[in-house]
């Protein structure tokens, strides 16, 4: 039997402003890359923190609480594309508005923003898998927990996810 005590001392040990200190900025640089929306990736950072804030006693405890805040922000960012999804519906129908796909949202460097449109046009999954491989560096099997599916579906979404930014890399069809 495992000793709980012994995993959970390190991060027993860690409070919940030591914890915040060193979450917000990676939670909200992978927020953003899933969101492309800096105002929301800020939002979306907070409410994960604000969830383990309210959880604490037992947010604490687990072997990995950086990935329990991580799987709400990736949850909450799909809950958050979903919204927004339907409220542009509404309002394109409402006012007969087209979004042209000109505007340029956050502070993205202009050599990378197309690799972040891409990314965030893959499938939703592709997505999450691809950044959180980018920005958190997880190995396959921490995205695998983060988002809560099997090792294997985190590699198949991660291969396919490279698969197509490579061929649209490679017909320059990211600008």
């Given at each position: 039997?495992?000793?709980e ?13 030591d ?10 640089a ?30 604490s ?62 499938p939703?999954r ?14 396959v ?35």
């Amino acid at each position: 039997m495992i000793d709980e005590n012994e995993e959970q001392e390190p991060v027993g040990a860690l409070s919940f402003d030591d914890f915040f200190r060193v979450e917000l900025r990676p939670l909200t640089a992978l927020a953003y890359g899933l969101s492309g929306n800096r105002a929301l990736a800020e939002d979306l950072a907070q409410e994960a923190l604000m969830a383990a804030y309210r959880n604490w006693d037992r947010v604490s405890v687990l072997d990995n609480p950086a990935r329990w805040v991580r799987r709400v922000v990736a949850n909450r960012s799909v809950s958050s594309f979903r919204k927004r999804v339907v409220e542009a519906a509404a309002l394109s129908t409402r006012l007969r508005v087209r979004d042209d796909g000109t505007s340029r949202i956050g502070p993205m460097p202009a050599e990378d923003e197309h690799v972040w449109v891409a990314i965030r046009a893959l499938p939703q999954r592709q997505a999450q898998v691809i950044t959180l491989r980018i920005l958190d560096r997880s190995t396959v099997g921490e995205i695998a927990d983060v988002l809560g599916i099997s090792e294997e579906a985190a590699s198949t979404h991660l291969r396919r996810a490279r698969s197509t930014l490579a061929r649209h890399l490679a017909k320059g069809d990211l600008r």
